[in-house]
């Protein structure tokens, strides 16, 4: 592994994570009363994976990456065998085209759209700050020649085995470029630490409309962001993914 990529320092900044809206449980239309909706999240959440001791001191909307491990493929720096990593972008926009990729591979993955062929759904933005003393930045100019294979769209191999060397070596969190969006910066906390204990996320409501050519994201007050589905396709008119890729 180039030593250049193992560098490390301390860095702080603040990223944006798109989660679904917090106001309304996804069960509570099967539920009759407040104290049955009480009792069904009880019985789920006894069944979910229990929280890393680390993330104590994480304000509970945070806590939720690092308490599930990757799926069966990992995730762009961890391995399936590996406590999860919280994603989020240095820009906004940044984590909406993420957001949208995500939700354009669940229709790609369908046969019959049907009356997914437009989603229309809420979503929260958070923001919120991030500090480490040992933080790789995988943006800088001196490792150019490995931007490629760090953020390659439709194969994780390389920057798990970095992702990997760098957790060994008590690294905390990664800087790195978007592999969907050229202009964005993600980042990876890989210790729960990156984050402070009296932080509370900032959090703003936006709507999103997404067809198979175009996502549309916006908000009272006039602010909107629109990524069109061939800003994120290949030449084949595909969304490559490592979890895809067999």
């Not at 390659?152 to 800087?175: C, N, T, V």
Request: glycine letters at 6%.
């Amino acid at each position: 592994m180039d030593p250049r990529l193992l560098r490390v320092g301390t860095a702080s900044g603040h990223i944006w994570r798109i989660v679904e809206y917090q106001e309304e449980a996804a069960t509570r239309n099967i539920t009759r009363s407040a104290a049955e909706q009480d009792r069904l999240e009880q019985l789920l959440d006894a069944h979910k994976p229990s929280y890393p001791p680390a993330t104590d001191h994480l304000h509970w909307i945070l806590k939720a990456p690092f308490r599930y491990p990757p799926l069966r493929h990992g995730s762009r720096f961890g391995l399936a065998t590996e406590m999860g990593i919280l994603y989020g972008a240095r820009e906004r926009n940044t984590a909406m085209v993420e957001s949208a990729v995500y939700l354009w591979l669940f229709q790609q993955g369908l046969q019959d759209l049907g009356p997914l062929e437009v989603i229309k759904d809420g979503r929260c933005a958070l923001h919120f700050a991030v500090n480490h003393q040992r933080v790789a930045d995988l943006t800088t100019p001196d490792v150019r020649e490995w931007w490629d294979r760090i953020s390659d769209p439709a194969d994780y191999h390389f920057s798990q085995q970095l992702g990997s060397s760098l957790r060994e070596s008590g690294s905390g969190m990664i800087w790195f470029r978007s592999a969907r969006w050229a202009q964005g910066v993600n980042c990876a906390v890989l210790d729960p630490a990156a984050i402070a204990a009296n932080t509370v996320p900032v959090q703003s409501q936006w709507s999103l409309r997404i067809d198979t050519t175009t996502c549309w994201w916006g908000r009272p007050g006039g602010e909107r962001f629109e990524i069109q589905y061939s800003e994120v396709a290949d030449q084949a008119g595909r969304i490559p993914h490592p979890a895809l890729a067999a």
